[in-house]
């Protein structure tokens, strides 16, 4: 059984910084592409950065200049580092992942979401 696991959500002050974490388990022989996408109350779900195997990596206009991902191919960990946090970055932040689980057998897993609130 695969599994993502969030971790490093929750409340922070406008301004502010949090590194998000998404550690990926089970009989996993590599992953493709990791991302980290959000869903605010009452709006779609979006894609803020997507990281690729070998480090290229893609950012939304609202990510862009202030977020950082980041993985460790060895920890099959992908991370998402946030500065300068706005009120409108609030939201439930999921992970992404390609799981290579065998020559033949890919596939797509989601964690199951973190929480950040960036309120005064």
């Known amino acids: 059984q695969v599994q993502l696991v969030e971790s490093g959500g929750g409340l922070v002050q406008p301004g502010g910084s949090l590194r998000l974490s998404c550690a990926a388990s089970?009989?996993?022989?590599?992953?493709?592409?990791m991302g980290w996408y959000r869903q605010a109350p009452g709006k779609q779900r979006e894609l803020v950065a997507v990281?690729?195997?070998?480090?290229?990596?893609d950012y939304s206009d609202a990510a862009k200049g202030r977020f950082t991902i980041s993985r460790d191919n060895a920890k099959k960990t992908v991370y998402l580092q946030m500065n300068s946090l706005k009120p409108e970055d609030t939201a439930v932040y999921y992970c992404?992942?390609?799981?290579?689980?065998?020559?033949?057998?890919?596939?797509?897993?989601w964690g199951q979401g973190t929480q950040v609130t960036v309120s005064s």
């Open positions: 992404n992942a390609d799981v290579i689980l065998s020559l033949t057998y890919r596939r797509s897993k």
């Open positions: 089970g009989s996993i022989v590599s992953i493709n592409d």
């Open positions: 990281i690729a195997r070998g480090g290229s990596t």
